[in-house]
């Protein structure tokens, strides 16, 4: 009941605004009688796009005045209605005719070419100079998003409906932005008002997609209009159609292998303009479906531009099934012309007429005329010649522009008064009416979000888990406001085995505090945050009886990041940590594998980065340790193998056959540089981000052992490395990482201070798959002289049996490796691998091989966390 009186309450105080306004309303109906749901009305004069409701019906409000209406839906004729807007409501309801689509009289023979292509070329050829077409526009952009959850695993039933979150419960968000797009890259965007439920509107509401199917790749999917579209696809002339005076060619798009991120679908183009008049296309991403339509019309007939584009998606992800739909409709177009570009140009595909580009070729070369000449004056162009054109402006602009490593900027704020806006506004700015499902949608969530706050404000029900201290916290953890700008936080308790503590529990609290610094000339900018977190970890020992701990303190802010720890803890002879302790954990107790070889220490070490700029940053590291040798304490395990016993608690070594040291003093130092010379970055709210893999990374690492403060180690190290990864379109991505070091000097050193490699002799990889290796022992091979390393992995998106479009549609791709290795010890240690990465979307399986001095020394299989979920392949 009180459900149903908050809608009434809803209805009743739209009704007096619905009264004062004025404008048009009906429905839309196909030519058998069915209603039309989600036809595109696109009103001339205010460059207004709106559409109609599920059951056809749509009202679009306007002021008196006379009106030109356009009725679009796919697959029938657009239809063009005058309206005279007075002081009362027009009623007026469509028929569109099913659309008569014309076959050219073309013959497609054997070993011929679809005319779909060349009308193809002339597009693409075009594509790169509608993204240059307008220096400027501004419109204004209603979105509403509406989804439900369809299905979930039952274990998480309790902890979802504990939420409000049921099977028939419909999410829903609106909102309205004005944008402001100014050429090459600029994107503004200011929210002005967003109606949501109430415990989302801390977070940002839904933003309008800039993205663009004239650039060669959206949201990581290869366009149709992409240069490279024709070894990603296939297309096929469906006919033409005439839309007022516009010749409109169907072209169905097909793609050559099925899988993520490539569309199929349809690609409707204006002849002679060669831009896009609509799209109605599919896609997936991580298994999730996507359906796309767009409805293009001429504003001020210079320019096609979206005026309404629909997004429905469904998908099923680890047992939770959804579906949704997006709508974004957009009204009050302003558009600039870019007066360097001509707005009119015959094209000719070379391809096809070869002997009339040859004409106009010799035509003009006779007459001098100019390729900007000809342009200007609506001549014709090939389209390696309007290619030419367009590339040329590019780069002449590029070299005036400010920040030319900047390929995007984008600007998103939302309005203080957002939040407050009333039924009068949001009946005028809806383009379609609530539905009744999506009127209780809101009155659920209201409700709902009413009994959540009360549960925070402790009006009902028991305090919240976060209202204080609690003293289970201390075995379960838990976080804690202390303000605004601190927390104080208590980790859940680990721990884990190993040989030389047995049993072992890690326990640590940590204090954070903020600093939040605002530009008060741009409020809208990202704020400038700094943070100091502090954190005590102590350590017990059950077979040594023994507590260790330190304390670690950490600065970070947008270029400097400074850590500073000291105690005793223990320490992997290798310091980048190959073996992660609960791996250790496994192998020991079940396999009878003690593989991590740990030491102590007594340390206080400082590290400090710089970023320079963008592109160059400098690091060093400072250490001070007391290191003691440790032994194994246990020999209990939990399955006994009588054919394997621990090793003892020293790593095997072919260049240090002992690998044992007395307790000893070292200082040692680390001064580093990394360089990216060709980074390029997208920016958000004035701040830089770094766009992934745009430039390969240089580094240069010189360290020493430094006899000084009763130190005992005396070397120098100097190491240079380079990483990279090229992409080839959705094809596959190739990541290349070499390293090169030398010990210049080695006076007195112990096996930690050794260069050693990543190895990996479990059946799990937890270290990124660049840079380490499978199969490698993790200390056989150390050096203090020469060495060499290489990684290079391909990310296949079509080779053995993902060429099996069930098996690219499950997201499983295909991965082959190399790593190599050389040192003085070690000539030639090669490894080759092969991996189905994407298994179930989260797990990758490798099969890998060794060779060693080009004779084979084995062979093994591992499992890792897929590279798009754990690991960041890239830079």
Request: overall charge positive.
């Amino acid at each position: 009941m009180h459900i149903m009186f908050r809608i009434c309450v809803l209805l009743l105080v739209a009704l007096p605004a619905a009264a004062m306004a004025t404008g048009v309303r009906g429905t839309i109906k196909a030519d058998d009688g069915t209603f039309l749901a989600f036809a595109t009305i696109y009103v001339k004069q205010t460059g207004s796009g709106s559409v109609s409701d599920p059951q056809g019906h749509y009202e679009i409000t306007l002021a008196p005045g006379r009106y030109d209406l356009i009725f679009h839906y796919l697959g029938y004729e657009t239809l063009e209605r005058t309206i005279e807007v007075q002081d009362t409501w027009i009623e007026l309801s469509v028929t569109l005719k099913t659309q008569v689509i014309q076959l050219q009289t073309v013959t497609v023979k054997a070993g011929k070419e679809d005319p779909a292509y060349t009308i193809m070329r002339k597009a693409i050829a075009k594509a790169k100079y509608h993204t240059q077409q307008l220096d400027a526009y501004t419109a204004k952009v209603y979105i509403k998003g509406k989804g439900q959850l369809k299905d979930y695993p039952w274990l998480a039933k309790k902890a979802l409906e504990k939420e409000g979150i049921t099977k028939d419960r419909v999410f829903i968000s609106e909102s309205v932005s004005e944008i402001r797009y100014t050429r090459p890259n600029k994107f503004e965007e200011k929210v002005i008002a967003v109606y949501t439920n109430g415990n989302t509107r801390n977070t940002s509401p839904n933003a309008y997609v800039f993205g663009s199917l004239y650039e060669p790749e959206i949201a990581e999917t290869i366009s149709p209009l992409s240069p490279k579209s024709f070894s990603y696809y296939r297309f096929e002339y469906e006919g033409s159609f005439k839309d007022r005076n516009y010749e409109i060619s169907k072209i169905k798009v097909i793609p050559r292998s099925k899988g993520d991120n490539v569309f199929d679908g349809t690609l409707y183009i204006v002849e002679d303009w060669w831009s896009i008049h609509s799209a109605d296309l599919n896609v997936t991403k991580m298994g999730i479906k996507f359906h796309v339509k767009g409805i293009y019309n001429p504003i001020e007939n210079k320019a096609w531009l979206p005026v309404s584009q629909q997004f429905f998606i469904e998908g099923k992800v680890f047992g939770f099934e959804f579906v949704a739909d997006y709508l974004a409709t957009v009204k009050d177009y302003k558009i600039t012309l870019n007066p360097a570009l001509p707005q009119e140009m015959d094209v000719i595909d070379e391809t096809v007429a070869k002997e009339q580009a040859k004409q106009v070729a010799k035509q003009f070369s006779k007459k001098g005329q100019q390729l900007q000449q000809r342009l200007e004056a609506g001549k014709e162009v090939t389209r390696k010649e309007l290619n030419q054109l367009v590339k040329e402006y590019e780069k002449a602009e590029q070299k005036q522009e400010k920040e030319p490593e900047v390929i995007e900027d984008r600007s998103y704020k939302v309005d203080s008064l957002a939040y407050k806006k009333d039924s009068t506004f949001w009946n005028e700015m809806r383009p379609v009416p609530l539905t009744k499902e999506e009127v209780r949608g809101y009155v659920v969530n209201d409700s709902i979000s009413e009994v959540q706050r009360k549960k925070e404000e402790g009006d009902s029900l028991k305090p919240s888990k976060s209202k204080g201290f609690q003293p289970w916290d201390l075995l379960t953890g838990d976080t804690y406001k202390l303000s605004d700008t601190e927390n104080f936080r208590i980790h859940t308790p680990w721990g884990g085995f190993n040989t030389v503590e047995g049993w072992h529990v890690i326990y640590q609290m940590s204090y954070l505090k903020r600093w939040v610094k605002r530009d008060s000339l741009h409020p809208e900018s990202r704020p400038k945050v700094s943070r100091l977190e502090i954190t005590p970890v102590g350590r017990y020992a059950f077979s040594r009886n023994t507590y260790s701990g330190i304390l670690k303190v950490e600065f970070r802010n947008q270029k400097r990041r400074i850590n500073l720890e000291g105690g005793r803890y223990i320490q992997q002879f290798n310091a980048d940590e190959p073996i992660h302790p609960l791996i250790n954990s496994f192998t020991t107790l079940f396999l009878e594998d003690n593989l991590m070889k740990i030491y102590e220490r007594d340390y206080v070490d400082l590290k400090w980065r710089e970023q320079l700029n963008e592109k160059f940053s400098i690091y060093t590291q400072w250490t001070w340790a007391r290191r003691s040798e440790l032994f194994n304490n246990t020999t209990w395990t939990l399955i006994d193998n009588r054919e394997k016993t621990y090793t003892p608690n020293a790593p095997e070594s072919i260049e240090l056959p002992d690998t044992g040291f007395l307790p000893h003093n070292a200082f040692t130092g680390m001064l580093g540089f990394e360089a990216r010379p060709w980074q390029k970055y997208r920016k958000h709210n004035g701040r830089k981000f770094r766009v992934p893999n745009s430039s390969p990374i240089f580094s240069v690492e010189y360290r020493r052992g430094l006899a000084t403060l009763n130190s005992t180690v005396d070397f120098d190290q100097l190491e240079a490395g380079i990483r990279h990864q090229f992409r080839f379109g959705i094809r596959g991505t190739l990541d290349i990482a070499v390293k090169a070091g030398e010990f210049l000097h080695a006076g007195n050193m112990y096996f930690m201070d050794y260069k050693h490699f990543l190895g990996n002799q479990t059946p799990f990889v937890t270290t990124d798959p660049i840079g380490s290796f499978r199969l490698l022992n993790y200390y056989n091979f150390s050096t203090r002289d020469r060495y060499l390393t290489g990684n290079v992995h391909y990310h296949w998106r079509k080779l053995l049996i993902t060429r099996i479009p069930k098996v690219r549609m499950m997201g499983i791709t295909e991965n082959t490796f190399l790593n190599y290795l050389l040192t003085p010890q070690c000539r030639d240690y090669t490894e080759l691998g092969y991996g189905l990465d994407g298994i179930f979307r989260i797990f990758r399986l490798e099969v890998a091989t060794s060779f060693l001095d080009g004779n084979y020394t084995g062979f093994g299989f591992r499992i890792g966390i897929a590279t798009s979920v754990g690991v960041n392949v890239g830079n």
